[in-house]
């Protein structure tokens, strides 16, 4: 199957810990429970899309000791595998997410397999074939190698490093980034940094700055997202459901989104989707434990029109 859509970012095994308040330094909390789940940018945002009947192709990279299930999970939506990399004496990405009554989070990455992107060659056969490329967490200097490739001229770009972008992109290779860039997806926090490494006031400035850059998406937790374009500005509102776990809603929101934009619908409809779809994945704990099909984030769309 030739993929719509393909997604660099990690596959993780993800442990999560709930406590009352995040901890000040120096000091601890009781932690109030803990659960293991399969996660990762890349794994969540590619199963998801494909679970909304998105043809997706994932690239990452993992180690030998990835459990069978995690793989047998990705690839019984449909995610195309053929660039998942097994990395020999390298372990698969573990991150601890700390969050906290009010939902707040911290997140301790141990990146393994991804530690070394930066060095490895880069993986294009998804990419080349897609018309729809997705940077999440990973290498900068292994993005602005891919994002420079003459066959990525002519493809959807998307730019989404997460909170990666506050310590592992700089103002220098995030600025050049956006040069090759027609997508930029962030939340409240990602976007500030993005303002300050670019030197913008606003994201309206931000958006007029890069010729090829077409739309910003601003996810706002519990209250939608918001997009902006070059004509308009359009807030989203976000589905009424009992917030369990906002691990994951993110991705879930961006896999919504590109369900309509393969199905070639309009910003606002997009949008829709993607509040649609991340309302299933806060509704449980862990990322992928509540993938929701097609059908039932369409349904659910029209409660928020």
Known sequence: M?????????????HILRVAQL????????????????????????????????????????????????RELMSSHGVILDELV????????????????????????????????????????????????HLMTGSPDYYLRLLTLPQMLRKRRSLDPAQEIHHVWDAERFNK??????????NRNELATALRYTGKEGPEELLGSFREMQVIINTL???????????????????KVQAIDPTGAGDAFRAGFYAGLYRGMGWLDCGLLGCSAASFAVSSP????????????LERVESLK
């Open 23 to 70: 901890p000040e330094r120096n000091t601890s909390v009781n932690v109030l429970g803990r659960k293991s789940f399969f996660g990762g940018t890349g794994a969540n945002l590619a199963t998801m899309a494909s679970a909304l009947e998105v043809p997706t192709a994932l690239v990452s990279y993992v180690g030998r000791d990835l459990p069978p299930a995690f």
């Open 286 to 297: 862990g990322s992928l434990t509540n993938v929701p099909g097609w059908e039932q984030v």
């Open 86 to 133: 097994e990395v020999e004496g390298q372990e698969t990405p573990v991150v601890w997410i700390v969050t906290d009554e009010r939902e707040d989070q911290v997140a301790y990455v141990f990146q393994g397999a991804m530690a070394d992107m930066a060095s490895y060659p880069l993986r294009v056969q998804g990419a080349k074939e897609a018309l729809a490329i």
């Open 2 to 14: 030739r993929p719509f859509l393909c997604v660099y970012g990690h596959v993780n095994l993800d």
């Open 221 to 239: 937790g519990a209250k939608g997202a918001r997009i902006y374009t070059k004509n308009e500005i359009l807030d989203v509102p976000a589905a």
């Open 177 to 186: 980034a956006l040069e090759y860039t027609d997508m930029f997806f962030c």
